[in-house]
């Protein structure tokens, strides 16, 4: 993975500097509350209900084991002991505090971490597809161009101050595991009838209050374009998008309003007339990135039979937490972040630790985060998964659901959160009390369950094939029910509302009755997602708001 | 008397606005644009310097065949949040080869000159309770940047530019 030289280090280094004197300007009175929270925003800070939130960045998901032990040691020595993995790939602490940031930020930056841009209107982490350089349906690894954008977009003078946050994401794979057709901007890799392998580029598509699927507006952009292109994105939204209210100025906005057509005329002008002054591709320094994401040494191995033998419960987490790798012989393994015990994404300092020493004992020394809230070691030999599956489940990290209904997502929810409306993580409890049955679950097959606190939609609701949002009555926790979004590939859409909320006690139960239609419709091996699709929210409606059902 | 930051120095400023009284001795005036393109003829003649002040919706690309009479543009920022002024001023810089003084007016802080100097801005107009000597410092927040851009005169950065 990327290794910082002496730049990528001065410029951690001296933002660390600069936060430290920003701190120290707002605790002094120097500051106001209004310029601090710019500043602060966009270092990861922000102010939540029991105390600050600091989210650090992890690029494209990826992590050194030194790295993880480092999270680890701040998740004990300046929070409570843990820390939460986000929708974006990201660590998230919730108990800092303000003052020391700065100190936590000089350790981070000791190990090639920080906080840059995982908060305010500016480019944010950009995200890729947690198999990417292991998927067997590859066209192209993704980290090299993700990291390529990461330092463009790093202190990018003129696209620091967006009317809106903007997220990108990029993916390798015709099978899309990074959301990206719900960023502000998903690249494609994608090979034209040439031959010749460029991007698709999408723009438009976001979650939030108002969410949005993104447009094809370059279907096919040649790779050394890719800068002078984004930029040309981003001038048009610095320029035209709308900043008299923070619910109308996400790009997706812009783009709706004006329609997707006319957006790409303006993009196309503006890429275009910018061509003498725009980024021109940089072949050497391209290089020198690929380089570090250079495939592993892989040991020559044959694929080969690892369970026949071995315990039922070992079988069931070969088949649902481990992935065909394109080496031979090798695997990637799935570490659930979704026990029955633990809020969703979370996980304590001494099992982050641990997860950095079973990494280096079997995964090549590299740890990944995925989207839907999960870690991945990305290359264990076949041999070894017996051996690390005993592990993993010393430290409840085996849980064999990855894919199924209880690998939900879920955002902190009412507990932590000062925007929400509801708390999410109860849900979760909720819902694995009443689904305690792996057998039932694996009956149901591939279910994504996503729950959000609030419409802002951290745990992406809108594309949950169930969505569950929370939503304040009177101030009482309600949860708004959708079905049928999905994030994958073409085939990306939003949820529908079934009907009115539901009671908080309620929602396990809704969606066992939603489930039952299911069991009843469904078609031979037919998934949740296509029997919806298939039959329509109607009859599921029927059953969760029968008359029989109603309280009396 | 109004102090400001012209190429990191602090300096009394030369210009005057053009509700301000009288022009000054030096007569260099600063007309809102509105009134540029209305006047534009009548100014053309007079024999002070001139310089326009943009909003951040005005039309940058109209001004383009003014730069033989036109010495400043001022862009105006009305707080933090408001960035379009970064990109009015790359243009200037980059599309439309404006080599005038180009000054960042309004809400601006300390923390912000970094990034406008960066984008081409060499003059600063700071909020009048502004510490000119403090905001000095943030020229030297970073000695390095990814990104090739308009640096300013007082800017220096090691590059290694992606792009």
Same mark, same amino acid.
């Given at each position: 993975?990327?290794?910082?030289?002496?730049?990528?280090?001065?410029?951690?280094?001296?933002?660390?500097?600069?936060?430290?004197?920003?701190?120290?300007?707002?605790?002094? $009175?120097?500051?106001?509350?209004?310029?601090?929270?710019?500043?602060?925003?966009?270092?990861?800070?922000?102010?939540?209900?029991?105390?600050?939130?600091?989210?650090?960045?992890?690029?494209?998901?990826?992590?050194?084991?030194?790295?993880?032990?480092?999270?680890?040691? =701040?998740?004990?020595?300046?929070?409570?002991?843990? $820390?939460?993995?986000?929708?974006?790939?990201?660590?998230?602490?919730?108990?800092?505090?303000?003052?020391?940031?700065?100190?936590?930020?000089?350790?981070?930056?000791?190990?090639?971490?920080?906080?840059?841009?995982?908060?305010?209107?500016? =480019?944010?982490?950009?995200?890729?597809?947690?198999?990417?350089?292991?998927?067997?349906?590859?066209?192209? %690894?993704?980290?090299?161009?993700?990291?390529?954008?990461?330092?463009?977009?790093?202190?990018?003078?003129?696209?620091?101050?967006?009317?809106?946050?903007?997220?990108?994401?990029?993916?390798?794979?015709?099978?899309?595991?990074?959301?990206?057709?719900?960023?502000?901007?998903?690249?494609? +890799?994608?090979?034209?009838?040439?031959?010749?392998?460029?991007?698709?580029? !999408?723009?438009?598509? $976001?979650?939030?209050?108002?969410?949005?699927?993104?447009?094809?507006?370059?279907?096919?952009?040649?790779?050394?374009?890719?800068?002078?292109?984004?930029?040309?994105? !981003?001038?048009?939204?610095?320029?035209?998008?709308?900043?008299?209210? #923070?619910?109308?100025? &996400?790009?997706? #906005?812009?783009?709706?309003?004006?329609?997707?057509?006319?957006?790409?005329?303006?993009?196309?002008?503006?890429?275009?007339? @910018?061509?003498?002054?725009?980024?021109?591709?940089?072949?050497?320094?391209?290089? &020198?990135?690929?380089?570090?994401? @250079?495939?592993?040494?892989?040991?020559?191995?044959?694929?080969?039979?690892?369970?026949? $033998?071995?315990?039922?419960?070992?079988? &069931?987490?070969?088949?649902?937490?481990?992935? /065909?790798? /394109?080496?031979?012989?090798?695997?990637?393994?799935? !570490?659930?972040?979704?026990?029955?015990?633990?809020?969703?994404?979370?996980?304590? @300092?001494?099992?982050?630790?641990?997860?950095?020493?079973?990494?280096?004992?079997?995964?090549?020394?590299?740890?990944?985060?995925?989207?839907?809230?999960?870690?991945?070691?990305?290359?264990?030999?076949?041999?070894? +998964?017996?051996?690390?599956?005993?592990?993993?489940?010393?430290?409840?990290?085996?849980?064999?659901?990855?894919?199924?209904?209880?690998?939900?997502?879920?955002?902190?929810?009412?507990?932590?959160?000062?925007?929400?409306? @509801?708390?999410?993580?109860?849900?979760? /409890?909720?819902?694995?009390?009443?689904?305690?049955?792996?057998?039932?679950?694996?009956?149901?097959?591939?279910?994504?369950?996503?729950?959000?606190?609030?419409?802002?939609?951290?745990?992406?609701?809108?594309?949950?094939?169930?969505?569950?949002?929370?939503?304040?009555?009177?101030?009482?926790?309600?949860?708004? #029910?959708? +079905?049928?979004?999905?994030?994958?590939?073409?085939?990306?859409?939003?949820?529908?509302?079934?009907?009115?909320?539901?009671?908080? %006690?309620?929602?396990?139960?809704?969606?066992?009755? #939603? !489930?039952?239609?299911?069991?009843?419709?469904?078609? %031979?091996?037919?998934?949740?997602?296509?029997?919806?699709?298939?039959?329509? =929210?109607?009859?599921?409606?029927?059953?969760?708001?029968?008359?029989?059902?109603?309280?009396? | 008397?109004?102090?400001?930051?012209?190429?990191?120095?602090?300096?009394?400023?030369?210009?005057?606005?053009?509700?301000?009284?009288?022009?000054?001795?030096?007569?260099?005036?600063?007309?809102?644009?509105?009134?540029?393109?209305?006047?534009?003829?009548?100014?053309?003649?007079?024999?002070?310097?001139? *310089?326009?002040?943009?909003?951040?919706?005005?039309?940058?690309?109209?001004?383009?065949?003014?730069?033989?009479?036109?010495?400043?543009?001022?862009?105006?920022?009305?707080?933090?949040?408001?960035?379009?002024?970064?990109?009015?001023?790359?243009?200037?810089?980059?599309?439309?080869?404006?080599? *005038?003084?180009?000054?960042?007016?309004?809400?601006?802080?300390?923390?912000?000159?970094?990034?406008?100097?960066?984008?081409?801005?060499?003059?600063?107009?700071?909020?009048?309770?502004?510490?000119?000597?403090?905001?000095?410092?943030?020229?030297?927040?970073?000695?390095?940047?990814?990104?090739?851009?308009?640096?300013?005169? *007082?800017?220096?950065?090691?590059?290694?530019?992606?792009?």
């Amino acid at each position: 993975m990327y290794q910082y030289d002496q730049i990528d280090q001065a410029l951690v280094d001296q933002r660390v500097a600069q936060y430290r004197d920003q701190t120290r300007r707002f605790l002094a $009175g120097q500051l106001s509350d209004d310029d601090f929270k710019s500043l602060r925003l966009r270092n990861g800070l922000y102010i939540q209900k029991h105390a600050p939130m600091l989210r650090i960045s992890i690029p494209y998901g990826l992590l050194r084991p030194a790295q993880v032990r480092m999270l680890a040691r =701040i998740a004990r020595e300046y929070d409570k002991g843990y $820390g939460h993995f986000s929708t974006r790939q990201n660590m998230q602490f919730n108990w800092p505090k303000l003052e020391l940031v700065p100190d936590i930020l000089a350790l981070l930056a000791t190990v090639q971490l920080h906080g840059i841009q995982t908060s305010g209107n500016c =480019i944010r982490n950009v995200t890729a597809d947690h198999l990417a350089g292991v998927a067997s349906d590859e066209l192209e %690894d993704p980290r090299p161009w993700c990291e390529y954008v990461r330092q463009w977009a790093t202190l990018h003078p003129e696209f620091s101050y967006l009317p809106r946050k903007f997220k990108i994401a990029i993916t390798g794979s015709p099978q899309d595991r990074a959301a990206s057709r719900v960023h502000d901007v998903g690249l494609h +890799l994608v090979k034209n009838e040439q031959g010749e392998v460029g991007f698709e580029v !999408l723009v438009g598509g $976001g979650l939030g209050r108002a969410p949005m699927i993104g447009h094809v507006i370059r279907e096919f952009l040649p790779k050394q374009d890719l800068l002078a292109y984004l930029e040309a994105i !981003l001038r048009v939204y610095n320029l035209e998008g709308r900043r008299d209210n #923070i619910h109308k100025a &996400r790009i997706k #906005i812009l783009v709706k309003a004006i329609g997707p057509a006319k957006f790409r005329e303006l993009v196309e002008e503006e890429f275009a007339a @910018a061509k003498d002054s725009a980024p021109v591709f940089d072949a050497a320094g391209f290089e &020198r990135i690929r380089a570090f994401f @250079a495939p592993k040494n892989y040991e020559a191995l044959q694929d080969q039979d690892v369970v026949t $033998g071995k315990p039922e419960e070992f079988r &069931r987490w070969y088949q649902y937490n481990t992935r /065909k790798h /394109k080496a031979a012989g090798y695997r990637a393994v799935f !570490l659930s972040l979704k026990s029955p015990t633990r809020p969703p994404g979370d996980i304590t @300092a001494d099992e982050l630790d641990r997860v950095a020493d079973l990494a280096e004992q079997y995964s090549l020394s590299e740890i990944r985060s995925t989207h839907d809230q999960n870690v991945v070691f990305a290359h264990v030999k076949q041999s070894d +998964l017996f051996a690390l599956w005993q592990e993993l489940k010393l430290i409840d990290l085996a849980t064999p659901n990855i894919g199924t209904l209880t690998d939900m997502v879920c955002c902190p929810g009412g507990d932590f959160c000062a925007l929400a409306n @509801a708390r999410s993580i109860p849900l979760a /409890k909720q819902i694995n009390e009443r689904f305690d049955s792996l057998d039932y679950i694996y009956d149901l097959g591939e279910i994504q369950l996503k729950m959000s606190g609030c419409m802002n939609g951290c745990g992406h609701h809108s594309v949950g094939h169930i969505g569950v949002l929370g939503v304040d009555k009177d101030g009482e926790e309600w949860y708004q #029910i959708t +079905l049928g979004g999905s994030t994958g590939g073409q085939d990306a859409s939003l949820g529908k509302v079934i009907g009115p909320s539901v009671a908080h %006690d309620d929602v396990a139960l809704t969606i066992e009755r #939603i !489930l039952e239609v299911y069991v009843e419709q469904r078609q %031979d091996e037919e998934r949740f997602l296509d029997t919806v699709r298939r039959i329509g =929210i109607a009859p599921f409606k029927a059953r969760v708001y029968a008359p029989s059902h109603q309280a009396a | 008397m109004r102090r400001l930051i012209k190429q990191r120095e602090v300096i009394v400023d030369e210009w005057r606005y053009a509700d301000e009284d009288p022009v000054g001795r030096e007569r260099a005036l600063i007309l809102p644009f509105a009134r540029w393109q209305a006047e534009r003829e009548q100014w053309w003649l007079w024999d002070g310097r001139l *310089g326009v002040r943009l909003g951040p919706t005005d039309p940058i690309a109209e001004l383009k065949n003014d730069f033989t009479r036109i010495g400043l543009i001022a862009i105006e920022f009305s707080g933090i949040a408001e960035g379009r002024g970064y990109s009015q001023a790359a243009l200037l810089r980059t599309r439309y080869k404006f080599t *005038g003084e180009l000054r960042a007016v309004g809400k601006i802080q300390r923390d912000q000159l970094f990034y406008l100097a960066r984008c081409g801005f060499d003059t600063f107009e700071l909020p009048e309770d502004a510490d000119l000597d403090v905001a000095l410092t943030a020229f030297d927040d970073f000695t390095v940047a990814y990104q090739g851009a308009v640096d300013a005169a *007082g800017v220096h950065v090691q590059r290694r530019a992606v792009g």
